[in-house]
């Protein structure tokens, strides 16, 4: 009987351990996970956005959440969104790579400094990064941002308070907090340059800033492209960026963004239906742009390597 | 002549990066020296530049060390949460991306492909279904729903994977000849080798769980679940009748980071910047 059963978990044990079953149950609680916690919600977030969700009675409504989501509410939030995506991409694409070439170059000194001081801001979390923004440009004169501008001649700004500053504050949080990730980056990128290339350039007489747009730049297209892709795709799932200044409700929804709408109409209101199909509406969003913008920068030709 | 010009180009260029590095530490320098403010002061005047030099005391931190039972459990909240997700997250992602790189079985490439699409779904799409998911499966409010979507990382597996496909093959022969299991292969033999890996994917998971805000915010209902982030917002009224916390807490939230980041630099780069490694 003993005998049986030791014979039987060798067996098992032989079976556990042959090489065609380990590597599937090595990777079984990532297909588990991909199953519960990707698969599932996606296809349930189409079903969602057809439906009216009420506690213990869900109803199929057609495509009257779409009809909803086209509402100027929406078009403000999808608005504030896009301004969002566009200057946070100028910014945190282009001014990384002019930091990095910098840094990089041997007139840099301290440079471990400069750049462990850049990166630190990536390490503080959204709150506590948004409480001291919210301090800083605080709508009193006596708030350091107001103090600069009135020493400087202008007048104080009520900053959460207007359209155009309420945008500054989102992309100035943005823009501060990963400024350093990209610079690092970039800088990975510089490494692999072939300093030949260089020194051919400075034989040929090439001026710095001709290096930079003949040598530098083309060099690091793949991971500037990858930067813009990032950059954008985070721009659009915008949320916290807003939240710290006004939680779900700024005046005149002026720092609304389409995921903070997703989350006040969704989780606040509890309109669960409405909210998917905003999700499903960010997601086409996200996927056409980002479509575009890998075409533009010629991520699809092959051998472009 | 040229001597002349390369100094002052250099001098500029320093200048410049004193400059740069000034405006980049100073949002956690304002903190720092505000933390020694009276919070009434702080509230009516924001961080300014009048800083009554003499008016400065511990009173913030004494009354967060004393008088804030809560916060002291938001963080344990957080430390706890965060070193489950680092473990638990390091042992499943790891092992995956490990199966994924040394093993040849079918599916493989298709289950690269799952960790590929993962990696480009913004999670907030699967936000709401997953929200009324864990409220069917009563989650709501408990570590492990906080935890859960967090802890078989794509990001975490694509980084592992990568980093498997160095490793020696030939050491694994060598270990089934010796009568090793394939399980006692990976953990006792190829689990040490990665082991420069697994700093920087602890760095990324727990820098990820300690500031995530979105997910648990919507997840924890009641008070003594808050995590520091969703806690500390839960401080960040117009009314401000509660900076003194919010302000300590804040310094006492993102030292131990800074402090680590400080000891470990390298790890922390090649955490942050994981996404952008090459296949």
């Known amino acids: 009987m003993a005998n049986q059963s030791n014979a039987q978990n060798n067996r098992v044990m032989k079976f556990l351990n042959s090489k065609k079953v380990v590597p599937y149950i090595l990777v079984s609680p990532f297909i588990v996970t991909f199953i519960v916690l990707t698969l599932y919600p996606a296809i349930q977030a189409f079903i969602m956005s057809f439906q009216r969700i009420l506690p213990g009675q869900t109803e199929f409504i057609g495509l009257s959440n779409y009809r909803r989501v086209l509402s100027p509410t929406f078009y403000t939030a999808f608005q504030n969104t896009t301004i969002y995506v566009i200057l946070t991409t100028l910014i945190l694409v282009t001014v990384p790579i002019l930091l990095a070439a910098l840094l990089n170059s041997k007139a840099t000194k301290y440079s471990t400094f400069y750049r462990a001081s850049l990166f ?15 301090l800083i440009f605080g709508e009193t004169d006596t708030a350091l941002a107001n103090q600069v501008i009135t020493w400087f001649g202008g007048e104080p700004i ?6 155009w500053s309420a945008m500054f504050l989102m992309v100035i949080l943005s823009s501060w907090r990963w400024m350093g990730v ?8 510089l490494q692999n340059v072939p300093p030949e290339l260089y020194e051919s350039a400075d034989i040929d007489g090439a ?49 609304l963004s389409m995921v903070g709408y997703m989350y006040d109409q969704g989780v606040q209101r509890n309109d669960m239906g409405f909210g998917a199909a905003i999700g499903v509406i960010v997601l086409i969003i996200i996927f056409i742009v980002s479509i575009i913008q890998l075409k533009f920068t010629g991520a699809f030709k092959r051998g472009d390597e | 002549m040229e001597k002349q010009r390369s100094f002052f180009k250099k001098l500029f260029i320093n200048i410049l990066f004193v400059i740069i590095s000034f405006l980049a530490l100073l949002p956690i320098i304002s903190l720092l020296v505000s933390s020694f ?127 498997a496909l160095g490793l020696p093959t030939e050491l694994m022969d060598a270990a089934r000849i010796d009568g090793s299991t394939e399980y006692g292969i990976f953990f006792k033999i190829m689990m040490p080798l990665m082991l420069p890996s697994f700093a920087a994917m602890a760095i990324l998971q727990g820098l ?32 401000g009748n509660n900076y003194d916390i919010l302000i300590s807490g804040s310094v006492i939230t993102i030292l131990p980071i800074i402090l680590l980041f400080i000891a470990f630099q390298k790890y922390f780069v090649s955490g942050l910047t994981v996404g952008g490694v090459k296949g």
Do not use: C
């Open chain 1, 120 to 134: 630190i801001p990536s390490l503080a979390s959204i709150i506590v990064a948004g409480t001291v923004f919210r």
């Open chain 1, 158 to 163: 009520q900053w959460q308070y207007q359209s």
């Open chain 1, 182 to 189: 990209n610079v690092m980056y970039y800088l990975a990128a």
């Open chain 1, 207 to 255: 001026s710095t800033v001709q290096k930079f747009f003949y040598v530098t730049i083309p060099h690091l297209k793949p991971i500037i492209t990858f930067v813009t892709t990032i950059t954008i795709i985070n721009g659009f799932r915008m949320f916290e960026e807003s939240y710290v200044f006004w939680e779900a409700n700024s005046p005149g929804n002026i720092g």
């Open chain 2, 37 to 163: 403010r009276p919070s009434s002061e702080l509230m009516r005047q924001g961080i300014s530049l009048d800083i009554n030099w003499a008016g400065m005391n511990l009173d913030n931190y004494e009354f967060i060390f004393t008088q804030a039972p809560e916060y002291w459990q938001w963080y344990m909240n957080s430390l706890i949460i965060t070193g489950l997700t680092i473990v638990l997250s390091l042992f499943f992602s790891s092992m995956v991306g490990y199966a994924l790189a040394v093993y040849d079985f079918k599916g493989r490439n298709v289950i690269f492909l799952m960790v590929i699409m993962i990696l480009m779904i913004p999670f907030e799409i699967l936000m709401l279904p997953l929200y009324q998911l864990f409220i069917d499966l009563n989650l709501i409010d408990t570590y492990f729903g906080i935890m859960l979507p967090l802890i078989v990382a794509p990001i975490a597996v694509f980084f592992f994977r990568q980093y």
């Open chain 2, 208 to 239: 990820s769980s300690w500031n995530n805000f979105l997910w648990p915010l919507l997840i924890i209902r009641s008070n003594d679940m808050f995590t520091l982030p969703v806690g500390l917002a839960s401080l960040l009224t117009p009314y």
